[in-house]
């Protein structure tokens, strides 16, 4: 879909006030995110995976545009699971399987709650059938939406019941971790990560993530809590003319580059590094479906000259990626 195209629906939601938007990581953090994991991948399968980059790029951010846009029911739970909901104390306390989950939980529990990690484990089985047996079009597809879903778990507060600061008058405080810093500071991140590495257990690795996340919800919030008490609302945020905070064009509260630049230091690189954490889960994951898949050549699917002609900006893309930046992407602004 193009970018301006999924602008252009995502405003019109908002300003007909259907819906209430709060994307997993931003148009700009997905973009990169994605493409960051294209160019982690081995060059025997990374090929393959650039020469439909830019469909992966701008395939990272449907999945909102699915929840948000066309209001798909099923959609919204596979982006989040509020562990406290269910009363999360670890991964051995959690079901191994969606099957499981539901046997538990019932799936009202799980459409209210989320179903995030259980729905990464499906999405690889997805993934990893449809490279065993060729199915361009479904590797392309179902390799992108995975690079969104594992991207959102790294976002802390997917992790969490208070995932908009809610229920603790932190209200923006989501988009303003995951798309507003990103924005403001993601051009300076290093993000290389290293080559891809396959992964022996697919379940625990999602869970590790997970908790992994979890964890940095409470600082995050806390952080930014004690800055917001410190600070008048003219300081925290943007103000119009009008003398309310300024909202950007999905209405969430613009907050004042000193505010965000104080936050950005404080956080002491966790957005950075939870980015990085992402790319590499990612790649490690497309990696790990391949190799299960029994490594077969997804060079044949494309013409050869797609590839002989995209060979050239590979390489200086990846000259650059090895010194940790992602280069060729010009993402919509959200703030």
Not at 92 to 113: C, N, Q, V, W
Not at 159 to 166: A, D, E, F, L, W
Not at 299 to 314: F, H, V
Request: proline share 4%; charged share 25%; with cysteine.
């Amino acid at each position: 879909m193009n970018k301006k195209i999924f602008t252009t629906l995502i405003v019109t939601i908002v300003l007909t006030g259907s819906v209430s938007v709060v994307l997993g990581w931003g148009v700009w953090g997905h973009n990169h995110i994605n493409k960051g994991a294209v160019l982690n991948l081995p060059a025997e399968m990374g090929m393959f995976f650039y020469n439909h980059c830019d469909f992966i790029v701008e395939e990272s951010t449907v999945p909102d545009v699915r929840k948000h846009v066309l209001a798909d029911r099923a959609e919204g739970p596979r982006h989040y699971a509020d562990l406290e909901s269910y009363n999360y104390s670890g991964r051995a306390s959690m079901p191994h399987t969606m099957s499981e989950a539901i046997a538990r939980f019932g799936k009202d529990t799980l459409d209210k709650y989320g179903i995030l990690p259980w729905y990464i484990q499906d999405m690889m089985v997805k993934l990893t059938d449809a490279m065993k047996n060729k199915r361009k079009t479904e590797i392309l597809f179902l390799a992108s939406d995975l690079g969104h879903y594992i991207a959102d778990a790294h976002m802390p507060l997917h992790t969490s019941v208070n995932h908009n600061g809610q229920l603790t008058g932190q209200e923006g405080i989501h988009g303003f971790w995951e798309s507003q810093l990103p924005e403001l500071y993601g051009k300076n991140y290093h993000l290389y990560t290293g080559a891809a590495h396959y992964v022996d257990d697919i379940e625990k690795t999602t869970w590790d993530m997970i908790d992994s996340s979890y964890a940095l919800g409470r600082p995050l919030l806390t952080i930014e809590a004690k800055m917001r008490k410190d600070n008048p609302e003219d300081k925290q945020y943007v103000m119009g003319k009008d003398g309310k905070v300024q909202k950007n064009k999905y209405g969430q509260p613009v907050h004042s580059e000193e505010y965000a630049h104080v936050y950005h230091e404080l956080l002491n690189g966790m957005v950075e590094q939870q980015m990085k954490s992402a790319i590499a889960d990612i790649a490690d994951y497309w990696y790990t479906a391949w190799v299960n898949a029994g490594k077969p050549d997804l060079g044949d699917l494309d013409p050869a000259s797609m590839t002989e002609r995209n060979k050239a900006q590979y390489k200086e893309d990846m000259k650059a990626w090895k010194t940790g930046k992602i280069k060729g992407l010009r993402s919509d602004k959200e703030y």
